[in-house]
């Protein structure tokens, strides 16, 4: 049976329909919004696997290029592994699932999501969210949904619900928000320095819209949806429990409300462990995974009651400190730009490299190939937790990182005509307890403004984190990786003194309110601005001169019809410049010329050449050539590159010339003036410029007077 329900989200149809594509899937549904469509599946194994103490929640977004009516680029003409727009979209939908799911559930489950048409306008992304939880919705999988996805923009104060690429271009705001009927649960975007009520109203006008969506999956639900599972709860022997807590729980509250470094308390945390383990192993045999998940919800419990109690955590600090800040700069001399930033136990080692027009990122996909001249690489090796694992490429997790990093720093870019160069930023984590994504934040900004980047402003970041029971609730700012994991909200907020530029924000509870909302974005405010103070003291604006090993670029700019004259035949022209003064040259379709070179006198040299070589030569003007040809009626003098003039025997000298061999030769520097252009050629005279020296000698010099006899 198909089944079919709309709904007019930001003034274009939403329709979401089952029981025609994919039936053997749990859960499918086709989601279309304007002429983009995205089919999303759902499909879960029927049985847990055993030992398994975590959901294998797996969530694949892809995009065929023959949605939008092109073929793959590069050799192979088909899809490859996932591009960095794939992995990011992924993460848009995995992240406002993920909590919804039962937690004793683990069986394998998939979500599948695959744009199968695109109208060059509405993002399949957020399509692809809101279709997942529809799959999962009408499917038997156990699924506490459905949540609703939409993407947020601000064109001139008004906000808009969904809007095309060219309206995000436009604006100020633009956020993914996902969430279900009362509670938002999940925030991802980007923002020109707005503020924090700014930012609330935009999540509050998301919510009505995510309402929307919302009713139109539990309608598909009603008509379409099967019976769900039951899943069993996990069931633990109460003497087990209690045998543990009787042998652990003063313990571990002495480890709770001890002030450790991370590596100590994990080594303590063992420790214990261990020995309950072992002192219950002969009463409780093959019970070591239990013992030790309720030794993990222990030390959770007693975390979040100190905090809630007496507002303290585990390394002592109150809920709105920030950890000891440490910051150096220029650590990698032959980097063009470095910081190592130091908070608390979280490190990032992150260096700026400058380059050309050449050094751009090119990026295919559904859109029209465009190329990035700002990217950020965000890394996280196994060492930064102390932990030995393969390093075998970039993971989703590095990418989403990275990205949201890469989107609050670039707010504060300077404007190509100010600043043309390419700009890449790799942050290195090498320690990690707390947001290192935040530290790549302060990090880049500090190691742009090291490397001479005008940067507008400083740009920091922090993470927030949540601890609520009932109705008692702590925000916390600049979490532990243990906050982080044991709370409820990880919430990050980068921006400059002015605003908000970028944001995440995750929920694992639902019911967090606005309230909550806006009292962690004022004390992340108060965080950030603690945390610029710390940077600005490092360095407060960007260094005046460019490391000597970064390349010296120059701009120019020509008329558009004289493109082809610079280039010349076969790019002969371009290319015996760059040979020439050892430069590279880069021309924009608009007439914007890039000199790149090592030395900036070599650029210098080359933008000299260029604008004679696109200049007009004037009557009266005076020229430094150089004899190209010699006739027996005169000579040809190149007096801008390929541009020549006559130098008629008769305008050689200011006396008469018999033979031209006699006072020139092919390759002579000459000095001459132009004195006519007719039909495009060109009548030189040195002879002209000898009289006028003589005449202003002799001004200058008159004869002596005779004397009297």
């Known amino acids: 049976m198909v089944v079919k329900k709309e709904v007019e989200i930001g003034g274009r149809l939403f329709s979401i329909e089952t029981g025609k594509y994919a039936k053997q899937a749990n859960g499918s549904v086709m989601v279309r919004y304007g002429d983009t469509m995205v089919l999303v599946t759902a499909v879960a194994a029927s049985e847990a696997k055993e030992g398994l103490d975590y959901f294998p929640l797996q969530v694949e977004y892809r995009e065929k290029t023959s949605a939008a009516g092109k073929f793959p680029g590069g050799y192979i003409k088909r899809e490859g592994r996932p591009t960095e727009k794939e992995i990011l979209s992924s993460r848009l939908c995995d992240r406002p699932i993920r909590p919804l799911f039962p937690a004793s559930f683990t069986n394998e489950t998939q979500v599948v999501a695959m744009v199968m048409s695109y109208d060059g306008e509405n993002d399949p992304d957020v399509l692809a969210a809101c279709g997942a939880s529809a799959a999962l919705a009408i499917s038997d999988i156990p699924f506490d949904g459905p949540m609703g996805e ?18 995000i271009k436009l604006g100020d705001i633009e956020l993914v928000v996902a969430g279900t009927a009362d509670s938002i649960m999940m925030v991802e975007g980007e923002s020109k320095e707005v503020s924090e009520q700014e930012l609330l109203d935009a999540l509050k006008f998301a919510q009505q819209e995510i309402k929307k969506i919302i009713d139109v999956q ?5 008509e379409a949806g099967k019976t769900k599972w039951i899943v069993a709860e996990k069931t633990v022997d109460a003497n087990l429990k209690k045998d543990v807590y009787d ?17 100590e308390r994990a080594a303590k945390n063992k420790e214990l462990s261990e020995l309950v383990k072992q002192s219950l192993t002969e009463k409780y045999p093959e019970q070591e995974k239990v013992i030790g998940e309720i030794l993990h919800d222990m030390e959770k419990d007693l975390m979040r009651e100190r905090i809630l109690k007496e507002g303290i955590r585990l390394d002592g600090r109150n809920t709105t400190q920030v950890r000891p800040i440490t910051i150096e700069l220029g ?50 090796p196994p060492f930064s937790v102390g932990e030995v694992g393969r390093m075998s490429g970039v993971g989703r997790r590095e990418i989403g990182h990275g990205n949201l990093a890469e989107r609050s720093l670039r707010q504060v870019l300077p404007a190509d005509d100010i600043f043309p160069y390419t700009v890449r930023i790799i942050s290195d984590i090498l320690e990690s307890n707390g947001s290192s994504s935040m530290a790549t934040v302060c990090a880049g900004s500090l190691a742009m403004m090291d490397a001479g980047v005008p940067v507008t402003k400083a740009v920091s970041g922090i993470a927030m984190g949540l601890v609520k029971e009932g109705n008692d609730y702590a925000v916390l700012s600049d979490i532990l990786g243990n906050e982080d994991h044991l709370g409820d909200m990880d919430f990050k907020v980068a921006g400059t003194s002015d605003g908000i530029t970028g944001f995440q924000m995750d929920i694992k509870i639902q019911g967090i309110s606005f309230e909550i909302m806006e009292k962690a974005l004022h004390q992340a405010k108060e ?6 103070g710390k940077m600005n003291e490092a360095i407060s604006k960007p260094n005046d001169s460019l490391s000597p090993y970064a390349p010296r670029l120059i701009t120019m700019n020509v008329a558009t019809d004289q493109i082809g004259l610079i280039i010349g035949p076969g790019g ?28 900036k006198e070599n650029a210098q ?3 000299e050449y260029i604008k004679k070589l696109t200049a007009t030569p004037e009557v009266g003007e005076v020229y430094d050539g150089v004899v190209t040809k010699i006739a027996d009626f005169g000579a040809f003098v190149e007096i801008l590159p390929g541009k020549e003039g006559l130098l008629h025997i008769s305008e050689i000298d200011n006396k008469r010339v018999n033979k031209v061999s006699d006072y020139l030769k092919v390759g002579d520097k000459i000095t001459v003036k132009l004195l ?14 000898l009289t006028e020296a003589a005449e202003k000698e002799a001004k200058n010099n008159p004869p002596a007077e005779q004397p009297v006899n």
Do not use: W
Request: positive net charge; charged residues 25%; hydrophobic residues 35%.
């Open 150 to 167: 939409v993407r947020i923009g601000r064109i001139a104060g008004e906000l808009i619900v969904n809007p095309t690429h060219e309206q």
């Open 572 to 599: 002969k022209t371009i290319q015996g410049m760059q040979r020439l003064f050892g430069v590279d040259i880069n021309i924009e379709d608009d007439g914007t010329i890039n000199i790149a070179s090592p030395n």
């Open 218 to 222: 539990n309608q598909l639900r009603a």
């Open 331 to 380: 650590n990698l001399p032959r980097t063009h730009g470095s910081a190592l930033f130091t908070r608390g136990e979280t490190q990032s080692l992150t260096n700026v490299t400058l380059g050309t027009k050449d050094d751009e990122q090119t990026v295919d996909g559904l859109l029209a190939e465009y190329t990035k001249k700002f990217y950020l690489q965000y890394n996280f």
């Open 247 to 263: 042998l652990a729980e003063v313990k571990f509250k002495e480890i709770v409300y001890s002030i450790l470094a991370k590596e």
């Open 527 to 532: 965080g950030r601005m603690h945390i610029l």
């Open 676 to 689: 006519k252009v007719e039909g495009g050629k060109f009548s030189l005279s040195r002879r002209k410029l």
């Open 605 to 607: 040299q080359a933008k």
